[in-house]
């Protein structure tokens, strides 16, 4: 290597790296170059002592056995680069040679357009041909996920299905009594054995721990009591100490998870017990989801209303503030408690406070023993409020008709704090502990916009019973009420073996324990042309954001009052200038 000063010399002097880099120009080039301003130096100061203006001009470039001299183009480096080289004459004759003939340009043109026509037919054709040509789903999916485009319901593997897959079927339809196919919505089988249903457990059921006090039960209700065996959902009633109480049993329930606004429920049970021992109560019913059973601040002043109106039927014991009219002590419930009379701003679900909400109650079965024969009966109800005069309904048979041979309406038409529309029906003695089964269910169709058109039909042992319409639950002139509405509140299952002296005594001499209540399965069905007929929430009967609200009443079971939770009545427009 050439000593430090024999290498810097030849940079600055261009004998070394002349021609390209940084160290291309010679400041002693510039003398006489109008590029560089003449004579001037185009650097802002004098070269230095340690600058070398040795030379007038740039040295070739160095070539060697490692460089060779052709790859310098020692003329114009540039020659090669027409971008850097442009020729005017070429230029000019090309930016006039323009024709509408020529292939490239059309093949470009025709490229947009192929382009253009594509994204037009994928963002606008595409939907539209889809449109009309994509088969139309008749009936809404009330799986999740919906249905496919066939109108099938998808099985999610690891997610629960609102269709049991082990439901046959020969059962996805069933004609009701309107002559037209109710499509199936909802069942469960109960084939897999070993369910649990403590809180959690279960996406659609829910054991309940508590004491159902409303009824003066002897039992407590303790998750640990129901199960499913056999393919069977069941639920034993023993002997044993719990809660301060001699017997424990179960009650299972829907509520906040499964919910139908119109439906065909029909249920396959086998009672506890033989038609020979009186003293059970086993049930199947249903109740409107802003009252939760066996929470008694949730359910006062929602059920058993099912009202509509803004007059005295909203109002405590359906008496004025002028104590009128006069009944005798008929009702002695607190009045509705978001009723059409709410005040605006009010402490109301929704839709709005002129819309009357509830909690109303349709039984499927309650089962008891007819002590006359001892054949067992079942009662089907629907349990209503405001009430009549002497608790009587319009029984006649063009608004309320009987249809089984084995059916009478019941005795019992009510209380101070219930209404009941009710018949019994005798049933078959084989149909008790596990050794038979027998269907039985109601059919309810409800149309607010149509509420003439609205009705409870129910059956036992796969046979019509009798019917209840909107006739049935006619205006009142004696105690001043409108008419009662058939139901039009979302509604949840419940199925519980209880024992309660109100309902019937115990005959415990002849009474077994342990006693069992079998259900082989429960089926839920609809009409195609229903919307929004699944789930809790519904749109014109919303209940999650009131239920949200107040969940200190829905969540504690001890609090029977409304008060008791922290809550009051919203003012009702009859009782206060609003």
């Given at each position: 290597m050439p000593p430090r000063n024999d290498l810097a010399q030849g940079v600055a002097t261009g004998a070394i790296g002349a021609g390209y880099g940084p160290y291309a120009h010679n400041p002693a080039v510039a003398a006489g170059n109008p590029v560089y301003g003449g004579s001037a130096s185009r650097f802002s100061v004098p070269p230095s002592d340690r600058s070398s203006t040795t030379g007038d001009r740039h040295a070739p470039p160095v070539t060697s056995s490692t460089v060779p001299a052709y790859l310098w183009d020692t003329k114009d480096p540039d020659l090669d680069d027409a971008l850097h080289n442009p020729d005017p004459r070429v230029d000019a004759a090309q930016d006039r040679s323009f024709t509408f003939f020529s292939s490239r340009g059309w093949a470009n043109v025709s490229v947009l357009i192929i382009l253009v026509a594509g994204l037009v037919t994928l963002f606008a054709g595409y939907p539209i041909i889809s449109f009309y040509h994509t088969t139309r789903i008749v009936s809404f999916g009330s799986n999740f996920g919906g249905s496919n485009s066939s109108g099938q319901i998808p099985e999610l593997t690891g997610l629960p299905s609102l269709i049991d897959p082990a439901t046959d079927k020969q059962f996805y339809t069933k004609t009701a009594s309107d002559g037209k196919n109710w499509n199936l919505v909802f069942s469960d089988e109960f084939n897999t054995d070993g369910r649990t249903f403590w809180p959690g457990d279960d996406a659609y059921w829910e054991a309940q721990d508590f004491h159902y006090w409303p009824t003066g039960d002897l039992e407590w209700y303790n998750p640990q009591a129901i199960t499913t065996k056999d393919g069977k959902l069941v639920i034993t009633m023993t002997e044993q100490s719990n809660h301060d109480l001699n017997f424990q049993s179960g009650m299972l329930q829907s509520w906040n998870k499964l919910c139908f606004t119109t439906g065909y429920v029909e249920v396959s049970v086998s009672l506890?017990?033989?038609p020979k021992t009186p003293g059970f109560?086993?049930?199947?019913?249903?109740?409107?989801?802003?009252g939760r059973a066996g929470y008694g601040a949730t359910t006062e002043g929602m059920w058993p209303y099912s009202y509509a109106a803004c007059d005295v039927g909203t109002l405590p014991n359906q008496t004025n503030a002028d104590g009128t009219p006069d009944l005798d002590g008929l009702s002695f419930l607190p009045g509705q408690r978001v009723s059409a009379?709410?005040?605006?701003?009010?402490?109301?679900?929704?839709?709005?406070?002129?819309?009357?909400?509830?909690?109303?109650?349709?039984?499927?079965?309650?089962?008891?023993?007819?002590?006359?024969?001892?054949?067992?009966?079942?009662?089907?109800?629907?349990?209503?409020?405001?009430?009549?005069?002497?608790?009587?309904?319009?029984?006649?048979?063009?608004?309320?008709?009987i249809q089984g041979s084995q059916t009478q309406f019941n005795s019992y038409r009510g209380g101070q704090f219930q209404q009941a529309i009710s018949a019994v029906s005798h049933i078959d003695s084989a149909n008790y502990n596990g050794q038979?089964?027998?269907?039985?269910?109601?059919?309810?169709?409800?149309d607010p916009n149509h509420r003439s058109e609205g009705y409870v039909q129910w059956y036992s042992e796969g046979q019509p019973t009798w019917r209840a319409t909107a006739a049935t639950l006619a205006g009142d002139t004696t105690t001043g009420i409108s008419s009662r509405i058939i139901p039009e509140e979302p509604a949840y299952l419940i199925f519980n073996l209880g024992m309660a002296p109100s309902f019937q005594k115990q005959d415990f001499v002849h009474m077994e324990f342990p006693s069992q209540m079998l259900i082989d399965y429960v089926r839920v069905y609809q009409r195609s042309d229903v919307s929004n007929g699944i789930g809790c929430d519904p749109p014109n009967r919303p209940t999650a954001d009131y239920i949200n609200r107040h969940m200190n009443a829905y969540t504690n079971p001890n609090f029977t009052q409304w008060r008791d939770a922290g809550y009051s009545f919203p003012s009702n427009s009859l009782l206060v200038n609003c």
């Amino acid at each position: 290597m050439p000593p430090r000063n024999d290498l810097a010399q030849g940079v600055a002097t261009g004998a070394i790296g002349a021609g390209y880099g940084p160290y291309a120009h010679n400041p002693a080039v510039a003398a006489g170059n109008p590029v560089y301003g003449g004579s001037a130096s185009r650097f802002s100061v004098p070269p230095s002592d340690r600058s070398s203006t040795t030379g007038d001009r740039h040295a070739p470039p160095v070539t060697s056995s490692t460089v060779p001299a052709y790859l310098w183009d020692t003329k114009d480096p540039d020659l090669d680069d027409a971008l850097h080289n442009p020729d005017p004459r070429v230029d000019a004759a090309q930016d006039r040679s323009f024709t509408f003939f020529s292939s490239r340009g059309w093949a470009n043109v025709s490229v947009l357009i192929i382009l253009v026509a594509g994204l037009v037919t994928l963002f606008a054709g595409y939907p539209i041909i889809s449109f009309y040509h994509t088969t139309r789903i008749v009936s809404f999916g009330s799986n999740f996920g919906g249905s496919n485009s066939s109108g099938q319901i998808p099985e999610l593997t690891g997610l629960p299905s609102l269709i049991d897959p082990a439901t046959d079927k020969q059962f996805y339809t069933k004609t009701a009594s309107d002559g037209k196919n109710w499509n199936l919505v909802f069942s469960d089988e109960f084939n897999t054995d070993g369910r649990t249903f403590w809180p959690g457990d279960d996406a659609y059921w829910e054991a309940q721990d508590f004491h159902y006090w409303p009824t003066g039960d002897l039992e407590w209700y303790n998750p640990q009591a129901i199960t499913t065996k056999d393919g069977k959902l069941v639920i034993t009633m023993t002997e044993q100490s719990n809660h301060d109480l001699n017997f424990q049993s179960g009650m299972l329930q829907s509520w906040n998870k499964l919910c139908f606004t119109t439906g065909y429920v029909e249920v396959s049970v086998s009672l506890p017990g033989t038609p020979k021992t009186p003293g059970f109560w086993p049930a199947v019913w249903t109740m409107g989801n802003l009252g939760r059973a066996g929470y008694g601040a949730t359910t006062e002043g929602m059920w058993p209303y099912s009202y509509a109106a803004c007059d005295v039927g909203t109002l405590p014991n359906q008496t004025n503030a002028d104590g009128t009219p006069d009944l005798d002590g008929l009702s002695f419930l607190p009045g509705q408690r978001v009723s059409a009379c709410t005040c605006p701003g009010g402490d109301h679900p929704g839709p709005s406070v002129t819309t009357g909400r509830n909690a109303p109650e349709i039984d499927i079965i309650e089962a008891q023993i007819d002590l006359s024969v001892f054949e067992g009966e079942v009662s089907q109800s629907l349990q209503v409020a405001p009430f009549n005069a002497d608790y009587q309904f319009d029984n006649s048979s063009s608004s309320t008709p009987i249809q089984g041979s084995q059916t009478q309406f019941n005795s019992y038409r009510g209380g101070q704090f219930q209404q009941a529309i009710s018949a019994v029906s005798h049933i078959d003695s084989a149909n008790y502990n596990g050794q038979g089964f027998a269907s039985y269910a109601f059919e309810w169709w409800t149309d607010p916009n149509h509420r003439s058109e609205g009705y409870v039909q129910w059956y036992s042992e796969g046979q019509p019973t009798w019917r209840a319409t909107a006739a049935t639950l006619a205006g009142d002139t004696t105690t001043g009420i409108s008419s009662r509405i058939i139901p039009e509140e979302p509604a949840y299952l419940i199925f519980n073996l209880g024992m309660a002296p109100s309902f019937q005594k115990q005959d415990f001499v002849h009474m077994e324990f342990p006693s069992q209540m079998l259900i082989d399965y429960v089926r839920v069905y609809q009409r195609s042309d229903v919307s929004n007929g699944i789930g809790c929430d519904p749109p014109n009967r919303p209940t999650a954001d009131y239920i949200n609200r107040h969940m200190n009443a829905y969540t504690n079971p001890n609090f029977t009052q409304w008060r008791d939770a922290g809550y009051s009545f919203p003012s009702n427009s009859l009782l206060v200038n609003c």
